[in-house]
Antibody
């Protein structure tokens, strides 16, 4: 059974940093691209960042470019999101999602339950 | 960036009726790279449709997708009470983007 379990969320002050993790199991992790998708409270879905199977291709939404860094450790079946210079508008539930394929960005056929990030003073 | 606009924002129907949800793209979506998701309260989104018209594994055949280019449709043929939740479209012809969602509510 595919499982994606996010962690690392919490309350953080504006301008500070936070690192999210996603532990994957139930599939061959390095066969798939992975993504972070967020959802602000009561709002819709926003793609944040994606990384292909070997970290050779990485993409970011304009809203986080230059502040967030996605990475993965295939040996540990883990996905990460380093979030710097956090803003109030980054407050959201952050989902880890598995892509359909290993390269390029496609659709997301498995999702974790999310980890909540709250940016507030 | 391809902007997706979903309509209507809220759709009020009764169980057993047919629902038609629209998703319009600001520019053509290549190769019909469009997906639909269902999101129930407190849950992660669930993939319903990919490639504009292919049903994901385990999705009932009352859900169907159609369209190409800039206009796409999700149709639910006979609404079940559990279908009254929120639906999102997503394009993956470039950097992924989502529509703002359509809420399906009981009339």
């Amino acid at each position: 059974e595919v499982q994606l379990v996010e962690s690392g969320g919490g309350l953080v002050q504006p301008g500070r940093s936070l690192r999210l993790s996603c532990a994957a199991s139930g599939f061959t992790f390095d066969d798939y691209a992975m993504h972070w998708v967020r959802q602000a409270p009561g709002k819709g879905l926003e793609w944040v960042s994606g990384i292909n199977w070997n970290s050779g291709s990485i993409g970011y939404a304009d809203s986080v470019k230059g502040r967030f860094t996605i990475s993965r450790d295939n040996a540990k079946n883990s996905l990460f999101l380093q979030m710097n210079s956090l803003r109030a508008e980054d407050t959201a539930l952050y989902y880890c999602a598995r892509d359909y394929y290993r390269s390029g960005w496609y659709y997301f056929n498995y999702w974790g339950r999310g980890t909540l990030v709250t940016v507030s003073s | 960036e391809i902007v997706l606009t979903q309509s209507p924002g809220t759709l009020s129907l009764s169980p057993g009726e047919r629902a038609t949800l629209s998703c319009r793209a600001s520019q053509g979506v290549s190769s019909s790279y469009l997906a639909w998701y269902q999101q129930k309260p407190g849950q992660a989104p669930r993939l319903l449709i990919y490639g504009a018209s292919s049903r994901a594994t385990g999705i009932p055949d009352r859900f169907s997708g159609s369209g190409s280019g800039t206009d796409f449709t999700l149709t639910i043929s006979r609404l079940d009470p559990e279908d009254f939740v929120v639906y999102y479209c997503q394009q993956y012809g470039g950097s992924p983007t989502f529509g703002q969602g359509t809420r399906l509510q009981i009339k």
